[in-house]
């Protein structure tokens, strides 16, 4: 079955970065896209940015300029660069693969921001 996993989470100061990872295995076919979401406590979870496998990215307003998504060198994988972070980026981060016919998500991993 598909297997998507997040990785790369983890507690940063205000104005540092991390990087998330999504890997996804089992797939015989290469996603069509994948995208980054995520999810505060008592929040509807939002979506982020996504990537096509033709490469094309796009952004939400609020992480436009600071996050960049990119593909990885390993099969069916992404990143998402989180640069000049915000305690309002606190949240779950989630990885969502998707493939004609059907879509799957990750388990999520924590980015805590704080000061």
């Known amino acids: 079955q598909v297997q998507v996993v997040e990785s790369g989470g983890g507690l940063v100061q205000i104005g540092g970065s991390l990087r998330l990872s999504c890997a996804v295995s089992?797939?015989?076919?290469?996603?069509?896209?994948m995208g980054w979401y995520r999810q505060a406590p008592g929040k509807q979870r939002e979506w982020v940015s996504v990537i096509t496998s033709g490469g094309s990215a796009n952004y939400a307003d609020s992480v436009k300029g600071r996050f960049t998504i990119s593909r990885e060198n390993a099969k069916n994988t992404v990143t998402l660069q989180m640069n000049s972070l915000k305690p309002e980026d606190t949240a779950v981060y989630y990885c969502?693969?998707?493939?004609?016919?059907?879509?799957?998500w990750g388990q999520g991993t924590q980015v805590t921001v704080s000061s």
């Open positions: 089992g797939s015989t076919f290469s996603f069509t896209s």
């Open positions: 969502n693969a998707a493939f004609i016919g059907g879509s799957y």
